[in-house]
T-cell receptor, first 113, second 115 residues
Framework: AQSVSQHNHHVILSEAASLELGCNYSYGGTVNLFWYVQYPGQHLQLLLKYFSGDPLVKGIKGFEAEFIKSKFSFNLRKPSVQWSDTAEYFCAVNSRGANNLFFGTGTRLTVIP | DTAVSQTPKYLVTQMGNDKSIKCEQNLGHDTMYWYKQDSKKFLKIMFSYNNKELIINETVPNRFSPKSPDKAHLNLHINSLELGDSAVYFC??????????????FGPGTRLTVL
């Protein structure tokens, strides 16, 4: 069975600090990878996704993620966070040909002004 | 325009009651889903429907019964509510069932509180 691990449960940063959130998955086949963000009181929104091609994908709001197949990782990065980035971030994976998205447990990011 | 909408946004009810949550998508997608997000923010799929047919049914108690009157709607009916059903329920949709590059779009969620 697939699983997704997000080892950072809560990350606290000051504005302008750089961010990296870890995501590892366990599945031997071809996967699609996603990062979703959930702002306080709001629904899940797609930040970025990887299906194929360039393993470095850029998303909205200055976020990017790098797929490293050998490490089964898809870490999320942002060079300089803002207070408005305070939210819960979820990594998700599905295997090709399947629609069942597996989510990590989420990482809460708190950005201090 | 709202892509995936859910009603109600909040639902507070007593144990033992029966309640329904409605979901509608106007994206023209074929596939719809229900997810449950528990108090620790963990998201887990419950059901998936494609063109009104049940595709995925995870280990969910049979008190939960999804109903899809057409491919734009997927409602969730819950019988005999229990305290452990308290959670946020998210509806989602995607263009196809087994598409390789489909993204799931989520609704705003329904926060269910069972007293």
């Amino acid at each position: 069975a697939q699983s997704v691990s997000q080892h950072n449960h809560h990350v606290i940063l000051s504005e302008a600090a750089s961010l990296e959130l870890g995501c590892n998955y366990s599945y031997g086949g071809t996967v699609n990878l996603f990062w979703y963000v959930q702002y306080p009181g709001q629904h899940l929104q797609l930040l970025l996704k990887y299906f194929s091609g360039d393993p470095l994908v850029k998303g909205i709001k200055g976020f990017e993620a790098e797929f490293i197949k050998s490490k089964f990782s898809f870490n999320l990065r942002k060079p300089s966070v803002q207070w408005s980035d305070t939210a819960e971030y979820f990594c998700a994976v599905n295997s090709r040909g399947a629609n069942n998205l597996f989510f990590g447990t989420g990482t809460r990011l708190t950005v201090i002004p | 325009d709202t892509a995936v909408s859910q009603t109600p946004k909040y639902l507070v009810t007593q144990m033992g009651n029966d309640k329904s949550i409605k979901c509608e998508q106007n994206l023209g997608h074929d596939t719809m889903y229900w997810y449950k997000q528990d108090s620790k923010k963990f998201l887990k799929i419950m059901f998936s429907y494609n063109n009104k047919e049940l595709i995925i049914n995870e280990t969910v108690p049979n008190r939960f019964s999804p109903k899809s009157p057409d491919k734009a709607h997927l409602n969730l009916h819950i019988n005999s509510l229990e305290l452990g059903d308290s959670a946020v329920y998210f509806c989602a949709s995607s263009l196809r069932l087994a598409g390789d590059t489909d993204t799931q779009y989520f609704g705003p969620g329904t926060r269910l509180t069972v007293l």
